[in-house]
């Protein structure tokens, strides 16, 4: 045990032993029952007598904070929770800088938040961005990692290659060609998810101040990315075929943008599809520019009906577009596993700065997602899902027609995950929510999916794929309730 001592301080050593070990017994970081170091292990550790830590443990024991086993050694006692010092130190008690740093820090809203502001016993929650817990193959992975512990040994433990386990790779071609993409293994970076890749890639694009171009709305979790790493975001207006690429070229001549993010398929939060004349058209901009463009695919494969799109990788020439997907929303997003595809130089460049920001995406997991992840089985993985959630969706879509006032607008989505709702204009979603979680249930409003954070306010996403059919039919009647309280108030 390394316990900081000031050994010219006018505090004997033995206090000092003391006061250490009592603030980490009451601020519950040495935990009742751990076992502390003998008193002559302590004593040479730190370079003092023996005396002096027996003296500090028989303060500490008589204070009923530790107490001795005959034999076995001195253990931690459970505190009087009296006397448990609080976890929330008070703000004056930080440095400055971390007081300056406290001001300008937005914190998400975690789920302990929203259930307690609702203080509804029963929340049921559409603001998600991810399918169905109860529906991960949770059983099937805790095998598939004994299996990996098993065959490989400590190889599954170590750092493993820097662009990804070279087999999970070439599963994830064969995934790609599968879905209408191909791409060779050596043009594949497996990273901690597709938030990762985002980030990579936009700062070895831009630096702070550059431009980025953004279809408005947009993935809320880019938008805050990208103005954390300081750049301009700018917005391309999107209609129902996705992004305006019709506005495209005044913009680009207008702002230079150093990079073009988009989600062409099953857009979030709108959930729409780019028309195929608009993908082609978006290339040869791009092209024609010089701006390369980084499509983000995070539910690509999620399609309920209609004719498929190419992704917009599968439409490049060569190089100009950086593909970026996921299996969090497929499979699971404690994985962390995502992964990009990229070709010519940025590829290497990319490898490197990954390296250097994380040195690896965890090894054992890239491994059981090899051993679990064959192409038949994402294969059935896939058809099953998109079976079970377009039950969902419609399962939505007919208790919306049932339970929800006339007058909001929204296009019944193909694919993806969310019905994206236009409430009339004079209707606020942010009021919305206050009575949404009285009444019980939960939604993203539309404010954080829009560059400035205020344009959003009469529009809502509804995620469809993350409750039971029982779970969406009383939520949106729930919501129902909540959207006439709105419209009845002053
Ligand atoms: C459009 C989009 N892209 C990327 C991500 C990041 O997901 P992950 O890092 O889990 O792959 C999300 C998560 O919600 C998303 O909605």
Known sequence: MRIPLKRHSVVPLYQQIEAYLRQGILSGSLAANTRLPASRQLARDLGVNRITVENAYAVLETDGLIYSRMGSGTYVLSPDPLLVIPKDQPGATWPLWQQGLELRSSKPRSSVEIKKA????????????????????????????????????????????????????????????????????????????????????????????????????????????????????????????????????????????????????????????????????????????????????????????????????????????????????????????????AEGPIYQRLVDFKRVNDLATSTLIQRALEVYVTVGRYQSYLRRSCQTFRKRRDTMLSAMQRYLPAGIDFDPPHGGLFIWLQLLENLSSTKLLSFAWEEGVDFSPGNGFFIDQTGGDHWLRLNFVAQSPDQIEEGIKRLGRALKRLMAAP
């Open 118 to 341: 609702s203080r509804h016993p029963e929340l049921i929650s559409f603001a998600s961005g991810i399918g169905d817990a109860h529906l991960f193959p949770a059983e099937d992975f805790r095998k598939v990692l004994q299996t990996v512990m098993r065959r490989d040994g400590i190889a599954a433990l170590d750092y493993g290659e820097p662009n990804g386990h070279a087999p999970l790779r070439e599963t994830i071609t064969h995934i790609l060609a599968s879905q209408g993409l191909q791409t060779r293994a050596e043009n594949v970076l497996v990273t901690a998810g597709s938030q990762q890749a985002l980030s990579l890639v936009s700062q070895l694009l831009l630096k702070p101040g550059d431009v980025i171009m953004v279809e408005s709305p947009t993935y809320s979790g880019a938008l805050e990315l990208f103005r954390a790493l300081g750049f301009k975001v700018v917005a391309v207006p999107v209609d129902r075929q996705g992004m305006q690429v019709e506005a495209l070229e005044k913009l680009l001549q207008q702002h230079h943008p150093k990079l073009i993010y988009t989600i062409p398929t099953f857009h979030n939060p709108t959930g729409t599809c780019l028309s195929t004349s608009r993908r082609i058209e978006l290339i040869v901009l791009a092209d024609r520019y010089n701006i390369p463009i980084l499509e983000d695919d995070f539910v690509g494969d999620l399609r309920y009906e209609g004719r498929s799109q190419p992704a917009l990788k599968a439409l490049d020439p060569g190089g100009r577009v950086i593909y970026v997907s996921t299996f969090s929303k497929i499979l699971m997003p404690g994985l962390r596993v995502g992964f990009l595809v």
